[in-house]
């Protein structure tokens, strides 16, 4: 599965973006979709997964109300709307495909496939 992240920008704080990530080969075999995200001299962290047929979600608590991830009419499309944003989601965000379970959506090591990631950066 190849997944291509894109939709970053400059945006001030307070303001929107919506991220898009475009997946091609065997998306069947992908259990959830995940977008995670990385911070200057952070760790990559988890933002939100959907589940494959687009039954659950599930978010980080610090996205929780700002943030909402959602499936494309198409299917191989997943969008991160992203609302009130704030300085501190300045990052590098990547979608991600997960064969596994959805109990393990969460966890990095669960994805297989990752898009190249793009950069948000929300000034104050």
């Known amino acids: 599965v190849q997944l291509q992240a894109s939709g970053g920008g400059l945006v001030q704080a307070g303001g929107s973006l919506r991220l898009s990530c475009a997946a091609s080969?065997?998306?069947?075999?992908?259990?959830?979709i995940g977008w995670f995200r990385q911070g200057p001299g952070k760790e990559r962290e988890f933002v939100a997964a959907i589940m494959a047929n687009g039954g659950s979600t599930d978010y980080a608590d610090f996205v929780k109300g700002r943030f909402t991830i959602s499936r494309g009419s198409a299917n191989n499309m997943v969008y991160l709307q992203m609302n009130s944003l704030k300085p501190e989601d300045t990052a590098v965000y990547y979608c991600a495909g997960d064969r596994s379970s959805w109990a393990a959506r969460k966890l990095i090591s669960a994805y297989g496939s990752w898009g190249q990631g793009t950069q948000v950066t929300v000034s104050s």
């Open positions: 080969g065997p998306t069947l075999r992908l259990s959830s």
